[in-house]
């Protein structure tokens, strides 16, 4: 007869390994490269563009478009100078599900309101390269290595719109330089651990088996990329920012952050800051609710905080 001692020891044994094994196989899911949008072009929107390639900051190639006002004319590899002709330069940031091409939708206005725009794919994603993302703790070097890369061309202060992911490396990049001189965050997370319990709850996992095992992923996740997720989250940067500027978006409808994570993240912002909690809309859905006031609502941030110091 088996002791019960024993039985207990396997019974504990177990379920000690189906956690690790749940903990292990979710980090995978947190941190494997995803599928790319369907490939797109700003040739299909008319743009005029450059193809670039640069560095992020820690050495790996990121794709990206240049695509220029229309008031610039000298816009080769070649050209020293992109700035010159225009009311500045936005860099768009992506999500961390996809990659730059599905975000050309909001270049035509942007272009047409004075501004150059540069797009690239964070690492792991679209044409970069990279095996892994890390939720904005190395994704920060790859926004860096954009800001050198448009130093090169002459180009010294920007402006950040970015998606999610994007916007959360928007905020951490602008706490880092100072060449960030507005930043719009559209449903970008605040602290990571609440987003993964809620991404959890919205796929109807157990509460308790995210609660007692999300700090535990996080930490494997970390390890198996070189650091530690959590130290990417906006909250413990955004107070760097001011007295540049920031604008949040956020869909009250989005599943994997709260109305209340953004209102902290807001009030723990300094000034100048704007905060645009729309009704009926989800996770970056915002400009499809909202079309209109979107493109209006961040046209005049854009053109109050970078366009007016650009031209000043």
Request: proline share 6%.
């Amino acid at each position: 007869m088996v002791p019960l001692l024993t039985i207990l020891f396997l019974a504990v044994s177990l379920v000690v390994w189906a956690l690790a094994a749940v903990a292990w196989r979710w980090s995978t899911e947190l941190i494997k490269s995803p599928e790319p949008d369907d490939p797109n072009s700003p040739e299909e929107y008319g743009l005029p563009f450059t193809e670039v390639l640069f560095p992020s900051s820690d050495g790996l190639g990121l794709h990206g478009w240049f695509i220029p006002s229309p008031g610039v004319t000298a816009f080769s590899l070649e050209e020293p100078d992109w700035a010159t002709g225009s009311k500045g330069t936005i860099v768009l940031a992506h999500g961390r599900f996809g990659s730059k091409d599905a975000d050309l939708k909001y270049v035509p206005w942007l272009r047409e309101a004075g501004y150059n725009c540069l797009m690239f794919d964070f690492r792991g994603h679209g044409r970069s390269e990279g095996n892994y993302t890390s939720f904005g703790y190395h994704e920060r070097k790859d926004l860096l290595g954009a800001l050198d890369f448009l130093r090169r061309k002459n180009i010294s202060t920007v402006g950040v719109l970015g998606f999610s992911l994007g916007g959360a490396v928007g905020i951490t990049s602008a706490a880092e330089r100072e060449e960030i001189m507005a930043v719009v965050a559209d449903g970008a997370f605040v602290e990571l651990r609440s987003a993964l319990a809620r991404g959890a709850e919205e796929r109807h996992l157990p509460r308790w088996l995210v609660r007692s095992l999300g700090a535990s992923i996080l930490w494997l996740a970390g390890k198996r990329v070189g650091g530690d997720l959590e130290e990417s989250d906006p909250l413990r940067w955004v107070e760097r920012i001011a007295p540049r500027a920031l604008f949040l978006i956020h869909g009250v409808e989005d599943p994997y952050v709260s109305v209340e994570n953004v209102q902290r993240l807001y009030e723990r912002a300094g000034e100048p800051k704007e905060l645009w909690i729309a009704p009926g809309a989800g996770h970056r859905r915002v400009d499809e609710v909202y079309p209109d006031q979107y493109r209006e609502r961040v046209l005049g941030f854009f053109d109050k905080y970078l366009g007016a110091t650009v031209e000043g």
